[in-house]
C-alpha cells in the first residue's frame, strides 16, 4: 500500500514551498517575461526611444542566414557534446568500477576538472593549444598536424567540443559510477555463474539498469551544451573563426551586451527557450519509454 | 507627538544640510582603464581633487569597454548613472542616438559656463567625436591610431637594413619574403584588422567606408569598403599567407602576442601598444614608423583615424553637479594633463599645444617614433573619408567584418566574396539601426 504523507495545517505546505517557488518566480518567470517583453520591441539601448514592433525582430532573425549557420554549429557541437562526453564518462566509470587498488585515488583524480570553472578550463586549453607558444600545438607540428584554432574553424569546433566534454566528464563519470555501484552484485555474479563474459554482462545487465542514470545525464548534458558552455567559448574563441564556434548563447550575449541589440538577442533567447522546452519534452516522451526504471 | 515628529524631522534636515554644506560634491567616473592605465587614471582624478575644494572626481574600474558600458546602460535605466562613463569609438553612433541620456560636452560646457576653444584639439580627434556642425559631444580621451612597428633585430638577420622601415605594402611583401627566407615564422601580422586594414586602410587611401561621409551625414547610409583596392589589397594579404609572409594572430589585440614573442617581424598596432612591445623586444630592437601604404592607389597617404574612447557625460543629476563635469573636463583637456597621459601611455595628445610642450620636452627625442601617431593624424587636412567613422551597431559590424576576414584567411572564401558578403550583412545591421532610430 502507497504510504500517504498528510498535513495538519493548511498553511504548511506552501510554506514548505514558498521558497522554491519564490525562487522560480525571480530568476525564471521574471527575467522570461522581460525577455518576451523585449523580444517584440526595439529602443535604443539606454531605454529610450522605444517601440512596440510586433515580430519585427523575430522576422530580422529568421531572415538572417548567420542565425541559421549559428543553430547549425549549436546541433553539432551539442550532438558531440553529450554523445562523446557521455560515452567517454561511461568508459571511465565502467574502467574505475572495476579498480580495486588505489580505486579512490582514481576516483579523485577523475572528479578534479569539476572543480575547474568551465572558463578556467578555455583559458588553460587555449594556453596548451596556442598555436604559437601552445605545448600540445607543438607536439602536434612534430606529427605533422599544424594545430591553428585561431585561423581554422573545425579545428576551433573540436577544440571547444574538447574543453567543453573535459568540463563535464566528471559531472557525468560520478552519476555512472553510482549507478554502476547500486547494480546488485547478485545480478552479474548470477550472470557470470551462467557464462556470461564481462561484455556480456555489461551489455545486458548493468547497461539497461544503468539508462535511468544515463536518461538523467542525457537530459543535463544537453542543456549543459546549450548553456553551460559559454564560458568556455567566451574565454577561448570569442564564436570565431568567421563564425565556426558561435553557438546559439554565445550569439545571445553576443549581439545583446556586446552589440546593444537588446531587441534581436531576446528574441534569439525565447526562440532558444522554445527550442530546449521542445529538447526536454521530446527527450521525456520517447526516450524516457525505453528507460528502465 | 506630532511635535517630536517635526522637530526630529527639523533637525535631521539641519544635519543633512550642515552635511551637504562640508562635503565636496562627488562626481562618478566610470572607466575601462585597468592596470597601468587604471593607475594613471587614478593619479589624473587624485591630480584635479588637489587642485580644487568644491569637487571630488570618484573614478570606479569596471571592466572592459563593454563592460562599462553596459554597467551604465542599467545605472541609467535605474536612475543611478555615472556622470562620466568612458564610452570606446565604435559605440560613438549608438551614444549620439540615445537622445535623452546623453548630455553633449558642448552643452555642458556652454551651461557651466567654462572656456571651450574646439581649434585647440588635434583635427581628427575631434572630427571624429563632433557633430557635421563641429559641436563636440564627448571628451576624447585616449585616443591612438595604428602605426606601423618593426623588429630591427629580424630585419639584420634577413639581410635587410635594420633602421629602413619599409614605406610601401610592396616593399613590406619584399621585406617579408626575406623575413621568411631567412628562417622568420612570419613577415607581418595586424592587430584590430577590421581597424587597421580596412577602416583605416581606407582613411590613409582616401576610400569611403560608407555612404555619407562614412556616417556623419545622417543614418540612412551604406557600407562601402568592398571596393577595387580593398579586395586587391586582402586578396593580396590572403595570398601572403600562404607562405607565412602573413599570419593571422586572432582578434582585437590578440596578434600582438607573435610580435612580443619575436615570431613576427613587423606588425600593425595601435600607438597604444608601443610600451607593451618596447617592453617585450627592448626599445632599441623596435623602430615605430607610419604605416605603409600603396602608391598604386593614392599617390600619398591622407591620414589616419583613431580609435580609443571618450568620455560621455550622462544625464539624470542634478544640475549643479555638471558645473563640476565641466572643470574636471577642462582640467583633464589641459595642456600639461594631457602632456602627462601621452607621455605615460603612448595615447595621442588630444590637444595641438599637449603634442608641442611634449616636443619641447624632449620627449620625442629620447622616445624616437613616439610622435608618429600624432604626424599620422595630421599629415593632411581630414577628408569626409578620412575623418573619422559614425556607424550604427558598429561593434556588430565590426564583428561581421571580422568573421568574413577570417574566412578569407582560412581559405574559405576569396577576398571579393568576403568583402561583399560583409557589407551585405553589414548593411542589414544599419538598416535595422536606422528604422530603431527614426
Redesign the interface.
Same mark, same amino acid.
Given at each position: 500500500m502507497e504510504k500517504r504523507v498528510t498535513f495538519n495545517e493548511r498553511w504548511l505546505p506552501y510554506l514548505l514551498v514558498a521558497p522554491q517557488i519564490v525562487i522560480t518566480v525571480v530568476f525564471f518567470f521574471w527575467p522570461t517575461g522581460q525577455a518576451i517583453f523585449q523580444s517584440v520591441i526595439?529602443?535604443?539601448?539606454?531605454?529610450?526611444?522605444t517601440?512596440f514592433v510586433w515580430f519585427?525582430n523575430f522576422t530580422?532573425l529568421l531572415n538572417?542566414s548567420?542565425y541559421y549557420e549559428s543553430v547549425r554549429i549549436t546541433v553539432v557541437f551539442s550532438f558531440l557534446v553529450a554523445t562523446v562526453g557521455l560515452a567517454i564518462s561511461l568508459l571511465l566509470a565502467v574502467m574505475a568500477d572495476r579498480i580495486i587498488r588505489g580505486a579512490s585515488a582514481y576516483k579523485s583524480i577523475l572528479v578534479w576538472p569539476y572543480a575547474v570553472a568551465p572558463a578556467v578550463a578555455g583559458v588553460l586549453f587555449g594556453f596548451l593549444f596556442n598555436p604559437?607558444?601552445g605545448t600540445v600545438s607543438w607536439m602536434l607540428k612534430g606529427v605533422g598536424i599544424d594545430f591553428n584554432y585561431?585561423?581554422? /574553424?573545425n579545428q576551433a569546433l573540436i577544440l571547444v567540443v574538447i574543453v567543453a566534454i573535459w568540463s563535464q566528464v566528471s559531472y557525468n563519470f560520478l552519476f555512472f559510477l553510482a549507478g554502476l555501484q547500486s547494480i546488485p552484485k547478485s545480478l552479474i555474479e548470477a550472470a557470470a555463474i551462467d557464462g556470461a563474459g564481462p561484455g556480456r554482462r555489461f551489455w545486458d545487465i548493468a547497461f539497461p539498469l544503468l539508462s535511468p542514470t544515463g536518461f538523467f545525464l542525457l537530459v543535463i548534458n544537453v542543456n549543459y551544451a546549450f548553456f553551460g558552455t559559454f564560458g568556455v567559448i567566451a574565454s577561448l574563441t570569442?564564436?570565431?573563426?568567421?563564425?565556426a564556434t558561435n553557438i546559439l548563447v554565445y550569439k545571445v550575449y553576443?549581439?545583446g551586451?556586446?552589440?546593444?541589440?537588446l /531587441?534581436?538577442s531576446s528574441a534569439q533567447s525565447v526562440i532558444l527557450m522554445v527550442i530546449v522546452i521542445l529538447l526536454t519534452i521530446i527527450q521525456f516522451k520517447y526516450i524516457e519509454r525505453r528507460v528502465h526504471y | 507627538m506630532s511635535r517630536i515628529l517635526l522637530s526630529s524631522v527639523a533637525a535631521v534636515a539641519m544635519l543633512a544640510s550642515v552635511h551637504g554644506a562640508a562635503a565636496q560634491t562627488e562626481i562618478q567616473w566610470w572607466h575601462a582603464m585597468g592596470g597601468n592605465l587604471g593607475d594613471a587614471v587614478n593619479a589624473l582624478a587624485d591630480q584635479f581633487n588637489k587642485s580644487q575644494k568644491d569637487y571630488k572626481v570618484a573614478p570606479v574600474y569596471k571592466g572592459s569597454y563593454?563592460e562599462t558600458?553596459?554597467a551604465a546602460?542599467a545605472a541609467?535605466?535605474a536612475k543611478q548613472a555615472p556622470h562620466i562613463v568612458q564610452v570606446f569609438e565604435v559605440?560613438t553612433a549608438?551614444m549620439m542616438?540615445?537622445?535623452?541620456?546623453v548630455y553633449p560636452v558642448y552643452q555642458v560646457m556652454a551651461d557651466a559656463k567654462e572656456p571651450f576653444d574646439p581649434k585647440a584639439f588635434i583635427g581628427p580627434v575631434y572630427g571624429y567625436y563632433s557633430t557635421t556642425d563641429g559641436k563636440l559631444l564627448s571628451m576624447p580621451f585616449n585616443s591612438s591610431t595604428p602605426v606601423f612597428y618593426w623588429n630591427k633585430e629580424m630585419f639584420q638577420k634577413a639581410g635587410l637594413d635594420p633602421n629602413t622601415p619599409p614605406k610601401t605594402w610592396k616593399e613590406v611583401g619584399e621585406a617579408a619574403a626575406k623575413i621568411v627566407a631567412s628562417g622568420g615564422?612570419c613577415g607581418f601580422t595586424p592587430q584590430w584588422q577590421t581597424w587597421t586594414m580596412i577602416e583605416n586602410y581606407g582613411a590613409w587611401h582616401n576610400l569611403p567606408y560608407a555612404t555619407k561621409a562614412n556616417g556623419f551625414g545622417g543614418t540612412d547610409i551604406e557600407l562601402k569598403f568592398n571596393d577595387e583596392p580593398r579586395i586587391k589589397f586582402i586578396q593580396m594579404l590572403a595570398d601572403w599567407s600562404k607562405d607565412k609572409r602573413f599570419v593571422?594572430?586572432?582578434?582585437e589585440g590578440?596578434s600582438t602576442?607573435?610580435v612580443t614573442?619575436g615570431?613576427c617581424a613587423m606588425h600593425i598596432a595601435s600607438s597604444g601598444s608601443a610600451s607593451a612591445i618596447e617592453k617585450a623586444l627592448g626599445k632599441d630592437k623596435v623602430g615605430i614608423a607610419m604605416m605603409p601604404y600603396s602608391p598604386e592607389v593614392k599617390a600619398e597617404p591622407q591620414n589616419s583615424i583613431i580609435g580609443g574612447a571618450t568620455l560621455w557625460v550622462l544625464q539624470g543629476r542634478p544640475k549643479d553637479e555638471y558645473k563640476g563635469v565641466a572643470k574636471f573636463l577642462t582640467f583633464l583637456s589641459s595642456p600639461e594633463v594631457q602632456a602627462q597621459w601621452h607621455q605615460q601611455t603612448g595615447y595621442v595628445p588630444i590637444t595641438l599645444a599637449a603634442a608641442k610642450l611634449t616636443e619641447d620636452s624632449g620627449f620625442y627625442k629620447n622616445n624616437p617614433g613616439r610622435d608618429i601617431a600624432v604626424k599620422e593624424l595630421t599629415l593632411h587636412e581630414p577628408t569626409e573619408n578620412s575623418k573619422g567613422l559614425r556607424i550604427g551597431?558598429f561593434?556588430?559590424i565590426r564583428?561581421?567584418v571580422?568573421?568574413?576576414l577570417?574566412?578569407v584567411?582560412?581559405g574559405?572564401k576569396d577576398a571579393k566574396a568576403a568583402l561583399d558578403e560583409a557589407v551585405k550583412?553589414g548593411n542589414?545591421l544599419l538598416k535595422?539601426f536606422e528604422?530603431?532610430?527614426k
Open positions: 526595439t529602443e535604443d539601448a539606454f531605454g529610450g526611444n517601440k519585427d530580422h538572417d548567420s604559437s607558444v585561431v585561423t581554422n /574553424g570569442q564564436g570565431g573563426p568567421g563564425q553576443n549581439d551586451f556586446r552589440g546593444q541589440d /531587441g534581436g | 563593454t558600458l553596459t546602460i541609467f535605466r559605440g549608438n542616438a540615445a537622445k535623452g541620456a615564422k593571422y594572430g586572432g582578434r590578440k602576442a607573435l614573442g615570431e551597431n561593434v556588430q564583428d561581421v571580422d568573421e568574413e577570417e574566412n584567411w582560412s574559405k550583412r542589414e535595422k528604422a530603431a532610430n
